[in-house]
């Protein structure tokens, strides 16, 4: 059992717990991943760690609320407690100095993305952060970004913040007026998707991390299979990350549809 501590809302439907977990609080890097189950026959979730806090040993976990089990955890306050909290999980991101790298989030993802911009940021290398949504209210997290990184570009689809446009357009527009040695990519399938394709047209290296469904965690089920490079991987033992540009996106925007009646 895992208290919640602390509980922010970041938008109508996201919400940030603070979550009691100083062993994973210690050894998790950027990049890696907890499962959480609410209930003992509860569903079981993969959550990338959005950031943690050794001394007070918590982690920051930030859920959308989108179907059943993700609207009972968002229902829970300070003081409830997350029935299991399994990690930390999957490959930590590959932190290096490589120079300019963009790092492009949409939505719920742009929290995963944050301890990654951190640790890249640190690393020597200058961050530009693309944060894309629907609109003004769906931008979340923007503070934290501008603080653990050299620049913030906004996009949305509507134009109420920010540029109008997709998030290829805030990448693209960034590309065109300097040098990109790297681009990382979190966010719905569809849009890691252009992206990479993006990226591809320029040869610029591209890192996705991918949030498939997923079971156990630990690479028995079989659930979260994708195909990279032509080859059979699992995100939750061989990623979350993979080379953007080999990725079946295709193959995995169908598998991720498979439950959606059920949702």
Do not use: W
């Not at 189950?37 to 760690?49: A, Q, S």
């Not at 693309?130 to 570009?153: F, T, Y």
């Not at 990279?228 to 991987?233: D, E, H, L, N």
């Amino acid at each position: 059992m895992n208290k919640i501590v602390g509980k922010e809302h970041f938008s109508e439907n996201v919400i940030k717990f603070v979550v009691e977990a100083p062993l994973i609080a210690r050894s998790r890097k950027a990049g890696h991943f907890v499962i959480v189950r609410i209930g003992e026959k509860g569903e079981r979730i993969p959550l990338t760690i959005a950031g943690a806090d050794t001394g007070k040993g918590t982690i920051d976990l930030v859920i959308q609320a989108v179907g059943k089990s993700s609207k009972k955890i968002c229902e829970l306050n300070v003081g409830d407690y997350i029935t299991d909290v399994v990690g930390p999980l999957g490959q930590a991101t590959h932190i290096e100095k490589v120079g300019t790298v963009v790092c492009a989030g949409g939505g719920v993802g742009v929290a995963p993305l944050y301890p990654i911009v951190d640790a890249l940021h640190k690393a020597g290398n200058r961050v530009i952060v693309v944060l894309a949504a629907r609109n003004k209210d769906l931008i979340i997290m923007e503070e934290q970004m501008r603080a653990a990184s050299d620049e913030v570009v906004i996009m949305t689809d509507d134009g109420s913040y920010g540029t109008k446009g997709l998030v290829t357009n805030g990448v693209e527009s960034v590309i065109n007026r300097e040098k990109v040695d790297m681009c990382v990519t979190i966010g719905p399938a569809i849009m890691m998707k252009f992206v990479s394709e993006l990226t591809k047209k320029y040869n610029i290296p591209t890192v996705a991390s991918l949030n498939t469904i997923m079971v156990d965690g630990t690479g028995m089920c079989g659930a979260c299979r994708v195909t990279v490079g032509g080859k059979t991987k699992f995100v939750c033992i061989d990623g979350p990350e993979f080379d953007a540009h080999q990725v079946d996106f295709n193959e995995m925007m169908m598998r991720q549809r498979s439950y959606k009646s059920m949702e």
